[in-house]
């Protein structure tokens, strides 16, 4: 049973930074790309940031410059580094990966329970 659990979020000031990270456990054979999406109420869930396993990376427009994400594939973990947070950037923190594990005939993407990140103002 593959499980992805996210930790990291909390309540910030404005100009604040966060650290979310997210752990892939159980049986898996490979992991594919990985990323982080996010969800504000009454809006849909958007992708934030992508890693590939090329190495490239890739951010929405509204995070450039001030957030990172970075994967540690000996520990099957991925992150987001927030800086310079936004009450805009107050939503449920999502972690996706494109993951093979026994039983699937391919890649399946699974999804973490989400974390919470508020930004006050």
């Known amino acids: 049973q593959v499980q992805l659990v996210e930790s990291g979020g909390g309540l910030v000031q404005a100009g604040g930074s966060l650290r979310l990270s997210c752990a892939a456990s159980g049986s898996i054979f490979s992991i594919g790309a990985m990323g982080w999406y996010r969800q504000a109420p009454g809006k849909q869930r958007a992708s934030v940031a992508a890693s590939f396993t090329t190495g490239t990376t890739n951010y929405a427009d509204s995070v450039k410059g001030r957030f990172t994400i970075s994967r540690d594939n000996t520990k099957k973990t991925i992150y987001l580094q927030m800086n310079s947070l936004k009450p805009e950037d107050t939503a449920v923190y999502y972690c996706?990966?494109?993951?093979?594990?026994?039983?699937?005939?391919?890649?399946?993407?699974?999804w973490g329970q989400g974390t919470q990140v508020t930004v006050s103002s």
């Open positions: 996706s990966g494109r993951i093979l594990a026994p039983g699937d005939t391919g890649y399946r993407n699974y």
